[in-house]
């Protein structure tokens, strides 16, 4: 085995079918589509850690698949191949998944602060760090969080995090203009809280992170549901133009009239599909509102729009072939929101691949061999802590809750980081 | 300062986006359909027109009005009445007087006939008898008599017989009405937003898809034909075409006959590859990994040699996969170049918005966003093929499919 192929370890929770660990950890061992090809990565990932095996386990049979990656029962020992140093060249943490306690709040305790701190150890004493990977937020924990994001820089590794919504395909192909003057934004989703409440925020700060001055933190967030959801709908606590907008990116609108197939619902009509909604709405410092929705029962997607300054038309990224698209429909001075779904081919029932985690870990494969995230983490500590001032939202019947220690500034990256071609 | 007039007339008009002014009435519609059931093309299609649709980030109304229906068969769940008493149109017994709203002459502006869907015979090559052919004559019959023609929309292809279809299109000539026809999966979202460069030296195409012969092999041949056409020269029509079947389709790719490196690429883009992609969701290569033959018990190559000396497959993999997917080699290009047409689900099929908007298009500035004769050729290419299956799979020389056209400039898929 050449020695210039990064060496990398994963820390999983549990590795059953659907299960993150498994969208991850194949993509590194079978490879995956990725710009045309079937890409096979060019690294080795050469130790895996599960937390749980249970029903339904692949690690095992994946071990025996791939010889060349054996699973150890200790993190210390992944990270180590069974020595005693650091011997891996990245790390993979996938901490969702896999049955862990709920706190009082909702919030379910996945280990990924206890797998962070594992790690970290074994850095310390090899006096040698490698680039992190941690899937989805930080830690259900803000204060965990804040120590993983600090201690990664303290300690000099490359340490990127989050959800495949900012990295997936997006239909149409838009990017936030750099530099947009964003006057609100929301996301239009569906799933549970503390969950899939994760994937639309990053879906909004994936975006709103490119506005006019970059991000500048959180100052409060106030959370809505059930009643509370219509009353602030009905107030216009946030814009309804632009939930449409957003309902009209959607490709799994649940038609509210019978026989219809795809229909536009009314404020009622959605009031009837919708049971449980609940919304997060918060300002950042720089007074931009944005609202993060949950529509179960009426879509099965997640929509993203914005109210931007000057905004015309969508820009269009184009693929790497396409050399007419001429779709400079400036039609003088109207304002459409932009809007997009951020696409997930989901395995549940529309597809058989979760190919969404494809350019998700396309983006971890840079980041191992070029020891520099394509995005930041700050983004993710910044979603993290809105994960977890949501649920105490909720938790607290839906009080606002002001944020002050998600004073989180960064600046995005200039390139996107999605997948487009 | 421009004023309306003067914008409409230099910007909208322009870019080929006027869809209706404000302060003009709608255009009437008939809607010519074999059934108007739930999830029917008759349905979905016929619906954006009454309740409108979601294109570009809004719900977007047409400025247009269903005035008359016909509908060939009422089964059940027929909604022909149901649509008419709530959107205020008339069910007519026959189509001319669908066409007259009762009266004598032409009364509608725009007709859109949906034959697809209902109860109509197999002929011996399995194809559909569904009467596109004869539902568009009667159309014609009364834009003769009333000397007045309007744009017409065909869904899917023009006919089963080649020789119809072609009449068809002379007959749109004839009578100077613009004529659009076919599938979704040209205007449909593509991922990645691939479009071939107009003028481009395409060296090999190759579509995999699966579904039922005479209605999923037609959606991926205009999936093909809207990629293939914009090669140099433009459409040059097809010389031969041969459909095989079975281990003689695997002993074709073994023998070069289609490309594995096109449909290695075809399929990196699928999100349903089946298999172990279905029982463990693995992300592996179908191809290398060597299931293909044990998933797929009978599968299909249709080869087109076109007259410029192009060849195209289509693959039909039942049982590999359940997406459309493309792929081609283009000359001074290293990369295979390679995209998925996006089928997106039931009930929705939004994909079906962005074929409406280009009918809806085509209905206020009578001109068709892409040429009919694209559909002429699809239609007489999967004849043929089929032709070729009864035949003993042998290859069939195509003289008759000597359909030359260049396609439109812009590209037409939906990408706003």
Known sequence: ?421 | MLNRREFLQTGAAATGLLLGAADAPPKRLAIIATVYKYLSHAQHLGDRFLVGYPYGGVWHKPAIKVVSLYVDQKPDGDLSGERAREFGFQVYPTIAEALCCGGKDLAVDAVLIIAEHGDYPRNEKGQILYPRYEFFQQCAEVFARSGRSVPVYNDKHLSYSFTKAQSMVETSRRLRFPMLGGSSLPVTFRLPPLEMPLGCEIEEALMVGEGESDAMDFHAFEGLQCMVERRMHGEAGVRAVQMIEGDAVWKAGEEGRWSRDLLISALSRSDTPLGTGETESRPEDLVTSGQLPKLVANPAAYFIEYRDGLKATLLMLNGALKDFNFAARVKGVPAIQSTQFLLTPEPNVTYSACLVHGIEQMFQTRVAPYPIERTLLVSGILESCLTSKVHDHQRLETPHLKVAYQPPAQSTFCRS
């Open chain 1, 1 to 421: 085995m050449s020695t210039d192929r990064p060496q990398l370890a994963a820390v999983v929770t549990t590795y059953f079918k659907y299960s993150h660990a498994q969208h991850i950890v194949d993509r590194f061992l079978y490879g995956y589509g990725w710009m045309g090809t079937h890409h096979r990565p060019p690294m080795d990932l050469v130790a895996l850690y599960v937390d749980q095996v249970g029903k339904g386990d692949l690690s095992r049979s994946r071990g025996e698949q791939f010889p060349s990656m054996r699973i150890y029962p200790t993190i210390a020992e992944a990270l180590t191949l069974g020595g005693n140093k650091l011997a891996v060249d990245g790390v993979v943490v996938v901490g969702e998944h896999g049955n862990y306690p709920r706190n009082e709040k909702g919030q379910t305790q996945y280990p990924r602060w206890e797998f962070f701190e594992q790690i970290i150890k074994v850095f310390r004493d090899s006096q040698r760090s490698v680039p992190m990977f941690n899937d989805k937020h930080l830690s259900w924990n803000w204060d965990w969080a804040k120590q993983m994001a600090e201690t990664s820089r303290e300690m000099g590794f490359a340490y990127m995090a989050g959800s495949s919504l900012p990295v997936t395909w997006r239909i149409p192909s838009v990017e936030m203009p750099l530099g947009s003057q964003i006057r609100e934004a929301l996301c239009v989703g569906y799933g549970g809280v503390d969950s899939y409440d994760f994937h639309a925020l990053e879906t909004i700060q994936c975006m709103v992170e490119r506005r006019r001055g970059g991000e500048t933190g959180v100052k409060w967030l106030q959370a809505f549901r059930g009643d509370k959801f219509w009353d602030a709908l009905r107030e216009g606590r946030w814009s309804h133009r632009l939930m449409e907008a957003a309902l009209c990116r959607s490709h799994t609108l649940v038609p509210a009239r019978q026989s219809f197939n795809d229909i536009l619902p009314t404020d009622d009509e959605m009031h009837r599909l919708v049971k449980d909604p609940v919304a997060y709405q918060y300002e950042h410092a720089d007074g931009l509102i944005c609202t993060m929705i949950l529509m179960n029962g009426l879509v099965r997607d997640f929509n993203f729009a914005a109210d931007v300054e000057h905004h015309r038309s969508s820009s269009v990224v184009y693929a790497p072939l396409v050399k007419d698209f001429n779709f400079a429909a400036d039609i003088g001075g109207r304002s459409e929101p932009f809007s997009t779904q951020m696409f997930l081919p989901m395995p549940d029932g529309r597809t058989t691949l979760a190919s969404f985690f494809s350019p998700l870990v396309n983006n971890m494969e840079k980041m191992f061999l070029t020891g520099k995230p394509t995005y930041p983490v700050e983004r993710t500590l910044l979603t993290t802590g809105l994960v977890a001032a949501g649920m105490e939202s909720l938790y607290r019947h839906e009080e606002r809750v002001e944020t002050p220690h998600l004073s989180v500034t960064y600046q995005p990256t200039r390139e996107s980081a999605f997948e487009r071609a």
